[in-house]
């Protein structure tokens, strides 16, 4: 948790169906641009849920038209390098990145550049048949700050990849899902309901082995496999003390459904 989590955010909104916490991005006349404001309520909301024993899972959606257009070009266009240096974006990420329950973007319209880098960053990503993923900064001067390079890379490979970023090749959602970027593709009338109904089901699921799970395959994209293959033997070995495990194995073989404790 941040040291003064706001009391009231003003650029997204929050709310809590069931198990599942949903944040929404709220700068619609901006295409839900991200200013510093915008990052810093979006990580204090998830930070927030993830410490709160009755989520499982969280949705980040924006609207119809934009997910995110990207960071805040009216923000950061006479930023010296200093500047852009001292905001405070890095640690947003890295708090991003420790958040230990699962995210689910639910995307409907332009997701471009920062706005892509956030969707990336989340761990599924549900999109509307009206979605579009770019990584379009090369067209404002710069190339993408927040991960894009990477995580795009890794998740399309370095030609598409490539291709996106030096030269604003935009990818329709149907595309998006046939490179692995997207999970889903679902009309856009049902794209939040098919979000938050995907969210349910695993936030009805053993919840250390989600969180566990998630640590494990994210780990898959910036480790070497055997690194990789130690912390999974760890990380599997270490359910086998949760009662949960416990649980979920009798459950199972006295043919009743388990009932999970986090424990
Ligand atoms: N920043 C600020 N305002 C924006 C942004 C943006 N990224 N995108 C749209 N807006 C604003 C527009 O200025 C406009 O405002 P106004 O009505 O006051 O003029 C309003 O949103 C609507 O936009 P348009 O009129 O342009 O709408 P269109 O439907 O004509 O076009 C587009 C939609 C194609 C999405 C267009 O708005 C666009 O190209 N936007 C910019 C996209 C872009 O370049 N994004 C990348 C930004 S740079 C970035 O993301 C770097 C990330 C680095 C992260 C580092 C972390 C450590």
Known sequence: MSDNPPQTYQNILIRQEGK????QLNRP???NALNSQTRAELVDALETFDADEDIGCMVITGNERAFAAGADIKQIADLSPVDIMNMPWVDYWNRFLSIRKPIIAAVSGWCLGGGCELALACDMIVASESARFGQPEISVGIMPGGGGTQRLTRTVGKAL???MTLNNRHLKAEEARHYG???????????LDEAMQLAAEI???APVAVCLAKEAINKALETSLNEGLHLERRLFSMLFATEDQKEGMAAFIEKRPAEWKGK
């Open 20 to 23: 599942v916490g949903l944040i």
């Open 203 to 205: 936030a009805e699921r």
């Open 181 to 191: 970027l997207v999970n889903r593709v679902v009309a856009v009338e049902t794209y």
């Open 161 to 163: 990849a490539m291709e």
């Open 29 to 31: 006349k901006a295409l």
